[in-house]
């Protein structure tokens, strides 16, 4: 099972708005609509952002959003803010039953 | 509150066997899948596999399978990853994580602090 593509990097002003993307194929990331997207700061352990494509946990500031289209899912963060510099992750649900993470994207807030 | 704690940070020697734990609280430990994420020094997420406490469902990533061994003691509410013959390219910071309620469908939702395992001859 091959990871999902994800950008290495993306920065963007604060105030703006960024996407990461995050590509698979027909048979995780197209297939069903289990896309999940973490945020990770430096020695910190991930926090789940986005579930099920679109779907904010408890606590998660409505200023990140999910979506896809085919065979890629995307996060958007809006009113970018300093504290939102971290790596980023997304994975799916695949059809051998199990799940796989995107290689990881690093976003930088200028 | 839902807590998940893991076990110390360990330091091995190739060929070593090691078991870490993750212990579970603030919710029903049978009902809710754990899983399992490895990351190495400086690198990605990997997921490495899940179980169901409730019956013992485990599923593993073909890179992990056959390398590490999921397993679960519900009676005091603990999952653990262990490894028979470690290797240095076993050194990683180790997590577990809580997944969905009853069905897989992927997202980890309360995550442990993390077990660093550092293999080293």
């Known amino acids: 099972q091959s990871a999902l593509t994800q950008p290495a990097s993306v920065s963007g002003s604060p105030g703006q708005s960024i996407t990461i993307s995050c590509t698979g194929t027909s048979s995780d990331v197209g297939g069903y609509n289990y896309v999940s997207w973490y945020q990770q700061h430096p020695g910190k352990a991930p926090k789940l952002m986005i579930y099920?494509?679109?779907n904010r946990p408890s606590g998660v500031s409505n200023r990140f959003s999910g979506s896809k289209s085919g065979n890629t899912a995307s996060l958007t963060i809006s009113g970018l803010q300093a504290e939102d510099e971290a790596d980023y992750y997304c994975?799916?649900?695949?059809?051998?039953?199990?799940?796989?993470f995107g290689g990881g994207t690093k976003l930088t807030v200028l | 509150e839902v807590q998940l704690v893991q076990s110390g940070a360990e330091v091995k020697k190739p060929g070593e066997s090691l078991k870490i734990s993750c212990k579970g609280s603030g919710y029903s430990f049978t009902s809710y899948w754990i899983g399992w994420v490895r990351q190495m020094p400086g690198k990605g997420l990997e997921w490495m596999g899940i179980i169901y406490p409730g019956d013992s469902d485990t599923r593993y990533s073909p890179s992990f399978q056959g390398q590490v061994t999921i397993s679960a003691d519900k009676s005091i509410s603990t999952a653990y990853l262990q490894w028979s013959s470690l290797k240095a390219s076993d050194t990683a910071m180790y997590y577990c994580?809580?997944?969905?309620?009853?069905?897989?469908?992927?997202?980890?939702?309360?995550w442990g602090q993390g077990t660093l395992v550092t293999v080293s001859s």
């Open positions: 099920e494509v679109s």
């Open positions: 994580a809580r997944g969905d309620y009853d069905i897989l469908t992927g997202y980890l939702d309360y």
């Open positions: 994975s799916s649900y695949t059809s051998s039953s199990i799940v796989v």
